[in-house]
């Protein structure tokens, strides 16, 4: 535990009380990171935490309520996650949310407002709150979570596609940011995008036995690539979509 490119290093993830978030705690815990996770939802978020710090006893696993709706609340968040621990390395970001219509003439707008906030301004929020302190960072790190509808949308999901798209291209002007800061050395933190079809975990495989689940990463799998992330040189992850199921 604790001998690669993640030992030692300090890591933020937005959205860890979900399964995707327990797992990626898990791992990077494993990696010998220290790990600061938030969720909208504390009580989740204690579990993922205790079950992470329980299976790593040496790990520093710690929880943190963050609205990340509020940009002032996110960048509280980075500013004190830099004053306690002296840096930030990464910034995983595993906000998620679905809403979708059974056709493109009954998507609702209100479907739209709703993954807008959860989808992008979050992804604006962290991202601007983090960069400076990534940039800071000899080993940075943004990661954002993504689905290969945002580039093959279909007609029921035009508002959730639209929103995983738009957090793409953000996080893709971030990445461009840490390419310009880099110079002619190139980029020493990335911006990189991991890309799945859906995610799935042992509770939804327990509650549908027979389903295939066809094209779904494992969330233990995401979790993984996550921390090849750090693995990789950052001008190899900077700016890439890393794809985790078949391109469409």
Known sequence: ???????????????????????????????GA?????????????????AASYAHGGATVIGDTVDLLDRQSAQDWATRIEKDFGRVDGLVHLVGGW?????????SLDDWDFLEM???RTVAHTSLAFHEALQRS?????????????????AGNAAYAAAKAAAEAWTLALADYFRKAGGESGPTSAAAILVVKALVHDAMRAER????????????DLAE????????????????????????
């Open 1 to 31: 535990m604790g001998n690669g490119a993640l030992d030692g290093a300090v890591i933020a993830v937005a959205g860890a009380g979900g399964p995707a978030g327990r797992a990626a705690l898990m791992r990077l815990a494993e990696a």
């Open 209 to 220: 036995p027979n389903a295939k689940f066809a094209g779904f990463t494992d969330v233990r």
């Open 34 to 50: 220290v790990v600061i996770g938030s969720d909208n939802d504390p009580e989740r978020l204690a579990e993922a935490v205790d």
């Open 225 to 248: 690539a996550i921390v090849d992330v750090w693995e990789r040189p950052a001008a190899e992850v900077n700016g890439q979509r890393l794809w985790l199921t078949k391109k469409p």
């Open 118 to 120: 959860l989808l992008i």
């Open 99 to 107: 809403r979708g219509s059974e056709t493109f003439t009954r998507t």
């Open 138 to 154: 000899d080993r940075g790190r943004y990661v954002l979570i993504s689905a290969a509808g945002a580039s093959k949308p279909t």
